[in-house]
């Protein structure tokens, strides 16, 4: 017969752990950005399971230590080295980048929280003649990345349609990615176009994680087929 | 599945008084998780000799033991997810390569070219320094850290905190009784 003393024992343990309030304390500092930067890390393992070794790189110069954008930025800023990941897929090249603000066909900017875009088309972005917000038309692959700690907001997904709409037509993934769920935001992401619905993409679901890392890898295999 | 001395109310009441003794943030986070409520379907028997039944939607407050769960999930959230982000992507930058600019290129031009640059390619398989920023290239405030590293946590730890929460969730699982 468990007692409020044995209840009261459980959430105290749980608290007082290494892992607890001092680990929310953490969380609070960094928001969204180590969900963000979870998803990065699984494109990079979608290149590796595709057969190449990605590379990091740093807009300064060599990577270390590998910084994540704390808030939308340009491509070309070179406030501090900020990371990303380039790769060549049968003689397509590629770039991943987290945080970083694309001029929409509407000509308004739009942070994605990751991405994938051509790798040439970045470079130009990034030459000091020609420093440039990458227009849409670059952009391969768009996740927003969303860490809850309770039921996302419906607006979230109205708001990542919009952005997504004004990509253009050369998008070819695109997702909203969270470790939680909200019923009503799956059945709005039904319509074919819409955003994949990437819900519960956590370890705690290593399928949902490959479902992501599938569709990735199926789609640049679509791409570099020709 | 043990057997409990406690109510669903009591139990609840409990975990918040807790939670606001040790981290009054943390328990207005949970309490904003359990206050979105949830949508359930009412249907309406017709009044009127109409043969279909009224079908509609109704936002109405998570159940005591939904609360619960609501709250144990952000824990979860919280103290076993994050540690396990931080750990993938530690995995995943570690399995990835660094690219070190040549030398003749940083001294040219930064680097930036719109052909690819050479770069020798080095550190794959070796653990990678990850740091998120803190202040933002626009904030105008730079006091403070800049950036934070990202730094796994023993994967013990991790499954420690998990045992936890289970342990926890069957103490505050009523559906049997």
Redesign the interface.
């Known amino acids: 017969?468990?007692?409020?003393e044995?209840?009261?024992n459980?959430?105290?343990?749980?608290?007082n752990?290494?892992?607890?309030?001092g680990?929310?304390?953490?969380?609070?500092?960094?928001g969204d950005?180590?969900?963000e930067?979870?998803v990065?890390?699984?494109c990079?393992?979608a290149v590796?399971e595709l057969g190449v070794?990605?590379?990091?790189?740093g807009i300064?110069?060599?990577?270390?230590?590998?910084?994540?954008?704390?808030?939308p930025?340009q491509i070309h800023?070179r406030?501090?080295n900020?990371g990303y990941?380039?790769f060549t897929l049968k003689g397509h090249?590629f770039e991943i980048h987290a945080g970083v603000e694309f001029r929409g066909t509407s000509g308004m900017t739009h942070e994605l929280d990751v991405c994938i875009m051509r790798?040439?088309d970045a470079?130009?972005c990034?030459?000091?003649q020609t420093l440039d917000d990458p227009q849409a038309a670059s952009l391969v692959g768009g996740w927003e990345c969303k860490?809850?700690?309770?039921?996302l907001q419906k607006g979230l997904g109205r708001a990542f349609v919009g952005l997504i709409d004004d990509m253009g037509s050369n998008v070819r993934l695109n997702g909203l990615c969270s470790?939680?769920s909200h019923?009503?935001l799956s059945d709005y992401f039904q319509p074919q176009r819409r955003p994949f619905p990437h819900f519960r993409l956590?370890?705690?679901e290593p399928s949902n994680e490959d479902i992501f890392v599938n569709q990735f890898k199926g789609e640049l295999k679509k791409m570099t087929a020709a | 599945m043990p057997d409990h001395q406690y109510d669903a109310e009591q139990a609840l009441e409990t975990l918040m008084r807790r939670l606001r003794a040790k981290d009054d943030s943390l328990a207005t986070h949970i309490q904003s998780a359990i206050d979105v409520g949830k949508d359930v379907t009412e249907t309406e028997p017709s009044q009127d000799g109409r043969k279909k039944a009224r079908v509609y939607r109704k936002a109405v407050p998570f159940t005591r033991g939904e609360a619960l769960k609501v709250a144990l999930d952000a824990l979860q959230a919280y103290f076993v997810e994050q540690p396990l982000f931080v750990d993938s992507v530690a995995t995943n930058l570690a399995k990835a390569a660094v690219g070190v600019p040549a030398e003749h290129q940083r001294i040219r031009g930064g680097g930036i070219s719109e052909e690819p640059e050479t770069v020798f390619v080095e550190q794959a398989g070796e653990e990678k320094l990850v740091e998120i920023e803190l202040q933002s290239e626009v904030q105008l405030d730079k006091s403070g850290e800049a950036t934070m590293p990202l730094k796994r946590k023993e994967k013990s730890q991790i499954e420690e905190q998990q045992r936890l929460i289970t342990d926890l969730r069957d103490l505050v699982d009523f559906t049997e009784e």
């Open positions: 017969m468990a007692t409020i044995d209840l009261e459980a959430i105290d343990a749980l608290l752990h290494p892992l607890g309030v680990q929310y304390q953490l969380v609070q500092r960094v950005k180590a969900y930067a979870y990065f890390g699984l990079l393992r590796r070794t990605p590379v990091l790189r300064t110069g060599t990577p270390t230590p590998f910084i994540f954008r704390g808030a930025g800023s406030t501090r900020y990941a380039e090249e790798a040439a470079r130009a990034r030459n000091p860490f809850y700690a309770g039921s470790n939680s019923p009503q956590t370890p705690l």
